[in-house]
């Protein structure tokens, strides 16, 4: 018989339909990719061919593979549903950060449950971490081949390989993606400049990043004021940022790399203590025993608990804006509209505020300080600049500095 297995299949109907197959990927070190949580996760929306592309596999032998396990068991019906068109099940794939991932999930859960009630629709979608390295969609991205490979919907947080030229220039600046707010943002946001002037980008909410001082380790030392403040050779090991010895958050080195270059890299980098989860950070601030300085969300600063010798600090430039961004198809945003229009509305606006992630929503109040504002990298800057390329210069010069600080 001829197999129906193909490479524009995905792994989670791959593996429905063909379940004698998995035993090829176990064999062939790639069971990650099929385990259970993989499936759920990322299988509705990943590629056969994406993912053996991105595991340096050669896609036609590694077929040949499946069809050989194939003919050893009679298969399932293998599924039908490869093209995009108006009538392919939507798929939405939202990779959220800390903070949000629960609240989001729930209120997703309970509207596309109603929408599928009412309309009998089917919707693939999964909310998985932003942390997730084990399951995430990220290692893929600069593997996918044709847009037809991409979800329909896709969410997700901070600076990621979505942004980079490699994405950009292949599916973004082809017109491909097609921002669906369809309301002015509030004066937050457009102070700000966070709407996207091209209109292929829809910034739901941004997740800012504040500073919070140990006020005892501070010590005498003036707290800081703005983000360059940070460089100041009087906080020398004295930071802790989000991290770890092999990886620190982009969303608060790109900003200080565009607009004081790899010498901001370098003080910044002596000036660093240690890097942590932000979970982390809000058992150590406040202690006194650590680090002088945190950078984290808004979120987790406020998680610390109330009697701890500590200051919030929102820079006067503005709290660093780390977006959560929608994707949406361009020639499915007609039929998709009923799913966008809550993904961008006030209800789901409502719940990002309420999670302490200001939305640009201008029907709902945002929970700031007085006269807070944002700090964006900018438009400009992101499409003239490859921010793939610009994060491994910064890690070029900003790692190695931190891991023999950190180790001496």
Request: charged share 20%.
């Amino acid at each position: 018989m001829t197999s129906k297995i193909q490479l524009d299949m995905r792994l989670s109907r791959l593996i429905e339909a063909f379940p004698q197959t998995r035993a090829v990927f176990a064999a062939h070190g790639l069971g990650n990719l099929v385990d259970e949580e993989a499936l759920a996760a990322i299988g509705p929306f990943l590629t056969l061919e994406t993912a053996l592309l991105s595991h340096g596999v050669a896609p036609d032998h590694f077929l040949t593979l499946l069809e050989e396990a194939n003919r050893t068991e009679t298969p399932l019906d293998a599924p039908s549903r490869l093209e995009v068109d108006d009538t392919t099940p939507v798929n939405l794939l939202a990779l959220m950060t800390c903070g949000l991932k629960v609240p989001f999930a729930r209120a997703l859960a309970a509207f596309i449950n109603d929408l599928q009630h009412q309309q009998g629709e089917k919707i693939d979608y999964s909310v998985v971490s932003n942390l997730n390295h084990e399951h995430s969609y990220y290692p893929y991205v600069n593997h996918v081949k044709t847009v037809a490979d991409l979800p329909d919907i896709i969410v997700s947080a901070d600076f990621n390989a979505f942004f980079y030229h490699n994405f950009y220039q292949r599916f973004i600046a082809p017109g491909h993606f097609v921002d669906v707010m369809d309301k002015p943002p509030n004066r937050l946001f457009s102070d700000a400049g966070i709407a996207d002037p091209e209109h292929q980008y829809t910034i739901l909410c941004v997740n800012p990043l504040i500073i919070v001082a140990d006020l005892a380790v501070v010590g005498d030392r003036p707290l800081p004021r703005r983000w360059a403040d940070l460089l100041d050779p009087i906080w020398q090991r004295s930071i802790t940022l989000r991290g770890n010895e092999n990886f620190f958050c982009h969303a608060v080195l790109l900003p200080l790399y565009k607009e004081h270059g790899s010498a901001a890299m370098q003080a910044l980098a002596h000036n660093v203590l240690d890097g942590r989860h932000p979970a982390q950070m809000v058992k150590s601030a406040g202690s006194g025993r650590s680090a002088a300085l945190y950078v984290m969300p808004d979120f987790f600063a406020h998680k610390i608990p109330e009697g701890k010798a500590i200051q919030r600090i929102w820079p006067e430039d503005g709290a660093l804006a780390s977006p959560v961004t929608l994707l949406v198809k361009k020639e499915r945003a007609a039929a998709l509209k009923p799913i966008t229009d809550y993904l961008t509305g006030e209800e789901l606006a409502r719940v990002f505020v309420d999670a302490l992630f200001p939305s640009p929503h201008p029907d709902v109040q945002n929970r700031l300080p007085a006269d807070a504002g944002l700090k964006w990298i900018g438009w400009d800057y992101i499409r003239a600049n490859d921010l793939e390329q610009a994060n491994a210069a910064i890690d070029a010069v900003f790692l190695p500095i931190v891991r023999e600080t950190m180790h001496a």
